[in-house]
């Protein structure tokens, strides 16, 4: 642009500010900084540091929240058992074989479906409270016990499955750098319009961005959007 190293000189006295967009996209402000180097203002992004202080933080949020999340949602989890356990025929827990930090494999933990009925159970008996859990995400609630023994994470980037990390390439395999999480921004939108570029997008912006108010952030629009899911059903259901 003609006259860009003069563009500062024009500008009137207090009345006027100059913007320079860097074109840096998914980098959080604390890693980007602006320091003279011979003269010039020179822009420096940070590398991505996971501190013993910080993995120790997040550890101790996940404990606290996660252990009055279980104690608070115990009831809710023993009576999905037990209507499971009633109406179903398979397990009341399902175990799925994921990957975790550092690529090491952990089980996954969930409730059973009870879309398999009992011989001579009516039809649409079993159907509606399955559909009702996996709308508001209670098949999830398990995880909780995952949360606590270390395995994973309140937030993080989604637990990929053993045949999809063997298509990984270097980029993807710095999700696991970082717990897979319960909830993260990826499950913020809905799975079926978010593509796989996007979701892997947002987790790499999440584990390179991490901070305690950004989990804060995340768990509170998860909570609001299972809220607005439980008006809808109430809505559906009159």
Do not use: C
């Not at 003609?2 to 860097?22: F, I, Q, S, Y």
């Amino acid at each position: 642009m003609p006259g860009e190293r003069n563009a500062d000189r024009h500008r009137e006295t207090g009345r006027h500010h100059l913007v320079v967009a860097p074109g840096l996209t998914d980098l959080g402000g604390p890693r980007i900084n602006t320091r003279p180097v011979a003269g010039l203002p020179l822009i420096h992004v940070e590398t991505p540091r996971f501190e013993v202080g910080k993995r120790f933080t997040k550890r101790a949020f996940d404990l606290v929240i996660g252990g009055l999340l279980l104690l608070v949602l115990s009831l809710v989890m023993a009576v999905t058992a037990l209507s499971i356990r009633l109406v179903g025929i398979g397990p009341v827990l399902t175990r799925e074989q994921r990957i975790g930090s550092g690529g090491r494999p952990f089980t996954l933990l969930g409730f059973g479906s009870v879309d398999a009925r009992r011989p001579g159970a009516p039809r649409r008996a079993p159907a509606r409270p399955g559909a009702r859990r996996r709308r508001f995400g209670l098949d999830e609630f398990p995880q909780l016990f995952s949360v606590l023994t270390g395995t994973m994470s309140l937030v993080g980037p989604r637990a990929p499955l053993e045949d999809e990390v063997t298509g990984f390439d270097g980029l993807e395999h710095r999700r696991f750098l970082m717990k897979p999480g319960m909830t993260g921004l990826g499950e913020l939108y809905e799975h079926s319009t978010l593509p796989w570029e996007e979701r892997l997008r947002l987790d790499m912006y999440y584990i390179e961005n991490w901070s305690i108010v950004g989990d804060v952030i995340i768990l509170w629009r998860t909570a609001r959007a299972a809220r607005r899911r439980t008006r809808r059903g109430r809505i559906r259901a009159r």
